[in-house]
């Protein structure tokens, strides 16, 4: 699987952008999706997440209720709609894949550390 990410940019505080992620390859829907940013000086972290059969989300503390997390198996597509965003909401942002996660319900077993496929990254500026 190849991951595109695309929507980044500059943004004011309580924007609402979208991200997208188009994803390449036969086994697109067999992937469980997730976006995971990366702020200045501080480790990539994961901030939504959508398991490969859709029916399971995932959100990081920071960002639950304000990101939305969803995809589309026919166009291959990951969304990230973020609202009302903060300046703290400022990193890169990537799409990462994983074969038919979260395994047994666990999101912990699709982090960082256990991407299978990463995109290139896009860069969202929040200013206040």
């Known amino acids: 699987v190849q991951l595109q990410a695309s929507g980044g940019g500059q943004a004011q505080a309580g924007g609402s952008p979208r991200l997208s992620c188009v994803g390449s390859?036969?086994?697109?829907?067999?992937?469980?999706l997730g976006w995971f940013r990366q702020a200045p000086g501080k480790e990539r972290e994961r901030a939504a997440a959508?398991?490969?059969?859709?029916?399971?989300?995932y959100y990081a503390d920071a960002v639950k209720g304000r990101f939305h997390i969803s995809r589309d198996n026919s166009k291959k597509t990951v969304y990230l709609d973020m609202y009302n965003l903060k300046p703290e909401d400022t990193a890169v942002y990537y799409c990462?894949?994983?074969?038919?996660?979260?395994?047994?319900?666990?999101?912990?077993?699709?982090?960082?550390?256990?991407?299978?496929?990463w995109g290139e990254g896009t860069q969202v500026t929040v200013s206040s």
């Open positions: 390859g036969r086994t697109f829907s067999s992937y469980g």
């Open positions: 990462g894949a994983k074969f038919k996660v979260p395994y047994g319900g666990d999101w912990s077993t699709f982090s960082s550390n256990t991407v299978d496929h």
């Open positions: 959508i398991s490969w059969s859709g029916a399971s989300t």
